[in-house]
Each structure stands twice: as C-alpha cells, then as structure tokens.
C-alpha cells in the first residue's frame, strides 16, 4: 500500500494529523487533537493543546518532520500506525498508537 492508500483507511483526526504535519500546519494538527488529549513521546507525556502545541513545535513540525504511513491496524479505538519519518529531528521507523472518538484524537502514543 502507498502512503495515500493507507491515509484513507484511517480515522479522519488521524488523517488530519498526518497531513497537517506534513504541510507544516501547526494548527490543523493541534486541532486533531480533543482539548484533553494526551501526547506520549517515549515517557514523556502532554496533555491538552497547549502542552501538545509545545511538542509540535519542538519535536515535530518545528523539526520540519515529514511522516510517511507504511501500514495501520486497528482494534477497538486504537489505530496502530507503522510510519518512517523523516525531517530535521528523528529520522527512521516507527509506530504511532492513536486513539480516537471519531472526531478527536484522544491518545497518541510514539511506541516504536
């Protein structure tokens, strides 16, 4: 599958994200996000949009990361995605675990 095709299997927040970061716009990715979300970043943890808006400029967007969608499964609300990223801070393989509402992302861990 290409990075287009696994976009559209995901969540519509999860969608948002991933295009948001990789336009460079901080604000639709915030937006993805519920006002009580929590971010995950290897133990580091933010929670809300001002806390996950200071991740995004440090860590991702402000890094000019760029992600790329390999593969996603899903179980119950939870979409696992496998992601290579790229950009000017983390370069290499992961795995995002993203949970959702349906219209918010609500969780979202960085787990590979």
Do not use: K
Not at 33 to 40: K, Q, T
């Amino acid at each position: 599958m290409t990075h287009d095709d696994v976009l559209s299997t995901l969540d519509a927040p999860i969608r948002q994200a991933f295009e948001a970061t990789n336009r460079g716009d901080s604000a639709a990715f915030v937006q993805a996000f519920a006002p009580d979300a929590v971010l995950n970043d290897w133990g580091r943890t933010f929670t809300g949009h001002d806390e996950i808006a200071r991740w995004d400029a440090n860590e991702n967007i402000g890094a000019q990361s760029h992600f790329e969608a390999l593969s996603a499964t899903t179980e119950g609300d939870t979409t696992t995605v496998q992601i290579q990223v790229t950009g000017n801070g983390y370069n290499g393989g992961g795995a995002f675990a993203i949970a959702t509402d349906g219209t918010h992302i609500t969780r979202w861990d960085i787990t590979g």
